[in-house]
């Protein structure tokens, strides 16, 4: 019936609250807290904190526990309330040479200063369910062996090692003062410079990076990568508040970074040399930054003299649809009544009927 | 509108109109800058809003930015005050600036529409704001922005004639039923937004100042009072708007756009006005339309009767 279209402030204020009963779930089942949320589904809120642009384990935990564990809503909610806080200052970069590192591998040598540390990953477990996690009593308190000695203090970056050699393209640094684009804050502008770029990969949905990254491997695009390095840690974030004029601490974030080499067959004024893709995220998600440093790589083309041909080696289509939060809600708004519009277009799809009838029987008179 | 801003209190978790004061002053230089350059679009560092991209984030942001205490605002969605999303956003400026709201599109100093333009011939002093999806009207043409940009910056929109062309040899007219697109100011070529081409005329010479929001492309534009807006067209096929042999079974309306209600599903369906103010106001002032007795009919007056509403509003 029609009035089903009809608003209604009862309608839409019961709806919240059979949304309310609804996440709460079987009332007879322990609620689960934010904090349990924080501890235990930490990857979810890594990822929430990445896309949401907002580095806060707890804050991030909470949108997880209100959007029921929709990771896409919670980013949307995290984002929301991200527009409404006051900006204090801008960082200074992090240096990720610093890291404290949590885990650090290499695909292109055996070896590296400062050696190939696992840490914490799945990736070689075994991926059978794990029955002894669905125990009533739960796994008890789990604990890791320590090593004997601690981790190197340095840890160059791999990229840099081949760095010394020329074999690698440099890395050089904006210039002095050169203001980082703020995407939260400008609109998007093409062409866009790398800082944009990347600041939208960040924030771009792990799923379409992912995808996207993936298609550059099977060949639309792709520039045979090594994952020179991924590494995952804590580093420190300073500040410089304008009345010290000097940079003070604030405090740690866990990160993770991927430098991806790819090759490049050289140009006329370029010898032969190897390119870098670049990705970065809070927390611990290494397929989305490797997934990142691969499209980064890609959307180079342009500045390689290289065509861009392919899905991931373009811009404006890469970089207009990578954000979740606005396809989200662009897809979604689709459940909005659009029937002024239907009706405009039935209208003409009756007369337009009408006349291929008239066109018909006009024929057959003749 | 004086009592209302005497009685103006809102959540003061947030600052009035929800969007701080720095935002809002982005948002109006580049309303400044739409204004004085009718019908182009300006891009501006949209925010993310409490509302999903696509539902109105363009709207409510120009609207935020804005409205003061003292204003009245309407909110329509397909011309209806009662749409689930009209609803919501006429809710969210209730608690976030505690202005005064009402249904009635004279009353209204700010009016937020989603794909219509109120029957109503709207006055100086008022500001309509149109919630956009998508700002640029080439862009099924051509989906590159650095490209559409460029067309904008030459004039060169011989790309939407030769589309609009197509249509008469395919189809023998013009097949855009909405979101039809009109030339500003004999300069830029615009988006009206999805509205109906039936209310494309209405945008011409319109007394009241026309925003434009779209915010998850990140453009504002705007239509200054008394601006010519005219619907692309050619000489042997002008332009032309929709026109329905009924007149709306509730108001008898000949001259309103009417929605088709599907009554039962043997085929029985009734035509009424969109504009449910509009029809309402009629209603009230006697008019009669064929089905205004019919128990049907009857219900789904009831279904969008106003008193009622304002109750549960409250």
């Known amino acids: 019936m029609y009035v089903a279209v009809k608003g209604g402030e009862r309608a839409i204020l019961n709806s919240h609250k059979l949304i309310t009963e609804t996440r709460r779930g079987d009332g007879a089942v322990p609620e689960v807290s934010v904090r349990q949320i924080g501890e235990q589904l930490g990857l979810a809120v890594d ?35 991200r527009t409404t806080l006051p900006r204090f200052a ?15 591998i290499s695909a292109a040598y055996k070896d590296i200063p400062g050696g190939q540390v696992l840490g914490p990953t799945y990736d070689y477990t075994h991926r059978l369910l794990d029955f002894a996690l669905a125990a009533e009593d739960g796994v008890g308190l789990p604990e890791a062996p320590v090593a004997d000695a601690p981790l190197d203090d340095g840890m160059p970056h791999v990229a840099d090692i081949l760095d010394h050699e020329g074999l690698i ?118 397929r989305k930054v490797m997934a990142m ?3 980064d790589r890609a959307l180079r083309a342009r500045e ?31 459940k909005l009544p659009h029937y002024v519009d239907f009706q405009a277009e039935l209208n003409l799809i009756r007369k337009l009927r009408q006349e291929h009838q008239d066109r018909l029987e006009k024929e057959a008179a003749e | 509108m004086n009592a209302a801003a005497e009685k103006a209190s809102w959540d003061e978790a947030y600052n009035f109109a929800y969007l701080d004061e720095q935002t809002k002053r982005m948002i109006r230089r580049a309303l400044l ?58 809710r969210f400026f209730k608690r976030v600036a505690g202005i005064a709201t009402t249904e009635a599109t004279e009353e209204a100093s700010v009016i937020q529409t989603r794909h219509r333009i109120p029957e109503k011939p709207l006055k100086e002093g008022q500001v309509l704001v149109y919630q956009v999806p998508q700002p640029e009207p080439l862009r099924k043409l051509e989906p590159r922005e650095t490209e559409t940009r460029k067309m904008h910056g030459y004039a060169e929109y011989g790309l939407m004639h030769v589309r609009l062309y197509e249509d008469i040899s395919r189809f023998g007219h013009i097949a855009t039923t909405y979101s039809y697109p009109v030339m500003v100011n004999g300069r830029y070529v615009m988006s009206p937004s999805p509205i109906p081409k039936f209310d494309n005329p209405k945008m011409e ?26 619907s692309l067209d050619f000489e042997d096929h002008p332009f032309e708007v929709q026109r329905w042999p009924q007149a709306c079974a509730l108001c008898g309306a000949r ?47 009831r279904s969008s009767d106003t008193s009622a509403r304002k109750e549960g509003e409250r």
């Open chain 2, 255 to 301: 001259d309103s756009y009417l929605d088709e209600v599907v009554l039962d599903d043997k085929g029985g369906r009734m035509f009424v006005c969109s504009d449910t103010h509009f029809c309402a106001d009629r209603q009230e002032k006697g008019h009669r339309g064929p089905m205004a007795a019919d128990p049907a009919a009857g219900a789904f007056a």
């Open chain 1, 90 to 104: 801008v960082s200074e970069p992090i240096d990720t040479a610093k890291m404290l590192v949590r885990r650090r």
């Open chain 1, 169 to 286: 393209e440099e890395e050089r640094p904006d210039g002095d003062g050169a203001e980082v684009f703020d995407l939260t804050r400008e609109p998007m502008s093409f062409p866009a410079g790398r800082d944009q770029r990347l600041q939208n990969l960040a924030r771009g949905d792990e799923g379409f990076v992912l995808a996207l990254g993936y298609s550059t491997q099977r060949g639309y695009g792709g520039n045979h990568p090594f994952a020179g390095e991924i590494r995952m840690g804590e580093v420190s974030v300073e500040i410089v508040p304008e009345e010290l004029g000097f940079a003070i601490d604030i405090g740690d974030v866990v990160i993770s970074e991927c430098h991806m080499i790819n090759q490049f067959e050289g140009s006329k004024e370029k010898p032969p040399q190897f390119t870098r893709g670049y990705g970065l995220s809070f927390g611990h998600n290494e």
């Open chain 1, 293 to 295: 440093a691969l499209v």
């Open chain 2, 205 to 230: 010479n319109n007394q009241a100042i026309q925003l434009f929001g779209a915010g998850r492309e990140k453009r504002i534009y705007a239509i200054p009072p008394y601006t010519s807006v005219k």
């Open chain 1, 47 to 81: 990822r929430v904190m990445t896309e949401g642009s907002v580095y806060d384990r707890e804050l991030a935990a909470l949108a997880i526990k209100q959007a029921q564990g929709d990771l896409v809503e919670a980013i949307f909610l995290l984002r929301a309330y």
């Open chain 1, 304 to 334: 390689m003299g290289e065509t861009a041909m392919y899905p991931a080696q373009d811009e404006e289509f890469v970089l207009y649809h990578a954000d979740n939060v606005e396809a989200a809600g662009f897809v979604s708004h689709l």
């Open chain 2, 33 to 90: 800058k739409a204004v004085a350059i009718p019908g182009y679009q300006v891009p501006f560092g949209g925010r993310e809003m409490p509302l999903a991209y696509g539902w109105g984030t363009g709207g409510m942001q120009v609207t935020a930015s804005v409205i003061g205490p003292s204003d009245t605002l309407k909110v329509i969605d397909q011309g209806a005050d009662d749409t689930t999303n009209a609803v919501s956003i006429r």
